[in-house]
């Protein structure tokens, strides 16, 4: 369970790294040039898996303090903080990292960090002002506190996201680990701490998630410096926005598959079984983001490679690659599911009924794998 549940000098940046390990137009028949995406693009990839590994440490914890009903809670309010996150950032962070690859630097990338920022500030306006109408349709009392709490999570989080996206295409590793890990695994620590001293509720804990988006925020806009010009170039602007929007299209569609349950669950059946469905989806849905986290890492280094055809071969290389590892992993996590329910859950998540939820979610990963895939040759066609 996510627990968002994520200086140069402006004239003269340096050479992206990943233009010197893949652009190689002269070679562009063989796929070892992919080897980039399996080498540094990889420490990337290690970086994004925090927050996966953090949450599964932490989910049995918060499964024993809080209980089914409360971590149910949580679970749907974590859902919808991936809705309102990718309907604020309209696919921007995707747009930020293909402009960063055409340019070669980041200034009008960094106009675009400007305009994602009004646009979440719109997004997350519009939905407080109308929490009242949409609130108690998914599940959530209008006035709930923890709704509120959500959208003010939402607030800084978003933002995050579009700065490593920008960090991502500029290499700055250093940053980018930073940055993650104060968003992703602070926020379960700091909630986890406020659980203990000030009591036991989904809305203490989310007060944890909106502290270290906070922070996080502050270091990730000190680190891209938003150009406020980019505010005033349209001509971008529209062209970032014509790009983002179906990209963002597919994150919502993704959502509705991969987090909307969680909230249809809430709405039908109940906050505690919502916190019995999480506590499975947890463990299987790590071949989920695994591969969710790799391709993330590799856009930036897809993306700098100018030969088109070049291009599509890594693309498909490294996605060959990938096949190689999901059988495996999803075996290793089905068959370790019914111990690692035990450890996660006390009894009163009647664990022993969720090991067949955990092999359809890791099954999942196939399906997810072959939609990023037609994503990926679309984006780079």
């Known amino acids: ?208 998630g909106v502290v270290s988006q906070v922070v996080a925020f502050s270091i990730a806009m000190v680190a891209v410096r938003p150009c406020l010009r980019g505010l005033a170039d349209w001509s971008i602007a529209r062209r970032a926005i014509m790009l983002g929007a179906p990209l963002a299209v597919s994150g919502i569609a993704g959502f509705v598959l991969n987090a909307g349950d969680r909230i249809i669950i809430q709405r039908m059946l109940g906050a505690a079984e919502v916190g019995r469905y999480q506590v499975a989806y947890t463990i299987g849905y790590v071949v989920v983001m695994l591969l969710v986290f790799v391709g993330q890492a590799w856009i930036p280094r897809i993306a700098a490679i100018s030969d088109q055809r070049h291009r599509l071969v890594v693309h498909e290389h490294s996605r060959n690659q990938l096949y190689l590892l999901l059988l495996p992993m999803i075996l290793g996590v089905s068959l370790g599911a019914p111990l690692a329910l035990r450890v996660f859950a006390p009894a009163s998540f009647e664990p022993e009924t969720l090991s067949i939820v955990v092999f359809l979610v890791a099954l999942s990963a196939r399906s997810e794998e072959r939609r990023v895939g037609k994503e990926g040759r679309s984006r780079w066609s």
């Open 1 to 208: 369970m996510s627990a968002g549940i994520g200086s140069e000098a402006v004239g003269n940046l340096p050479p992206n790294p990943a233009v010197h390990e893949l652009a190689v137009a002269d070679h562009a028949e063989r796929p070892e040039q992919s080897s980039g995406l399996f080498g540094r693009g990889l420490l990337y990839v290690v970086v994004l898996s925090f927050q996966t590994v953090a949450a599964t440490i932490v989910s049995p914890v918060l499964a024993h303090l809080i209980g089914p009903g409360e971590f149910g809670r949580l679970a749907a309010a974590i859902a919808l903080y991936q809705l309102l996150t990718a309907l604020a950032v309209l696919g921007l962070d995707q747009a930020i990292v293909l402009q960063r690859a055409e340019d070669g630097n980041s200034r009008a990338a960094r106009g675009l960090v400007s305009v994602a920022l009004v646009l979440i500030l719109v997004v997350v306006g519009a939905a407080a002002l109308t929490s009242r109408l949409w609130g108690p349709a998914l599940g959530f009392d209008g006035a709930s506190p923890l709704l509120g709490v959500t959208l003010l999570w939402t607030l800084p989080g978003a933002p995050v996201g579009i700065a490593l996206a920008l960090l991502l295409a500029e290499d700055r590793l250093k940053v980018f680990a930073v940055v993650s890990a104060i968003a992703a695994v602070g926020g379960q620590l700091v909630g986890i701490v406020l659980l203990l001293v000030l009591g036991r509720e989904a809305l203490i804990y989310a007060c944890g």
